[in-house]
């Protein structure tokens, strides 16, 4: 839903408007910049949700997160075809979860 999508700002967005309620963390392609922003969100309380894309988790992590964040949920997408739609689709159920406090699975 719009409703949902409007109160997540992606990445430094939030800096601007940091009455977000979430914020979508996009970590593909392992900026340093986006951990960093990443470790301020869980530093002030924000609720995140981590997103990267598939070939970013293939070939920048080698399928497997840094230990720091290998417990925390990611949604790992496909960055063509369908799978825009599908990220789209699974962005809008983790935002409601967030926002009702209710649990999710994608």
């Not at 719009?2 to 997540?8: D, H, L, N, V």
């Not at 230990?67 to 990611?74: C, K, M, P």
């Not at 496909?78 to 979860?97: C, H, T, W």
Request: charged share 25%.
């Amino acid at each position: 839903p719009a409703f949902a999508i409007a109160q997540c700002l992606v990445g430094s967005e939030m800096w601007i408007r940091d009455r977000s309620r979430c914020v979508i963390v996009d970590i593909s392609d392992r900026n340093p910049n986006v951990f960093y922003e990443l470790g301020i969100c869980h530093t002030v309380g924000k609720d995140t949700i981590i997103i990267c894309d598939e070939d970013s988790f293939k070939n920048d992590y080698n399928n497997q997160f840094p230990f720091d964040i290998s417990g925390l949920n990611t949604i790992v997408y496909k960055n063509r075809g369908a799978g825009m739609e599908r990220l789209k689709e699974e962005l809008s159920f983790v935002i409601q979860a967030v926002l009702t406090g209710k649990d999710v699975i994608v």
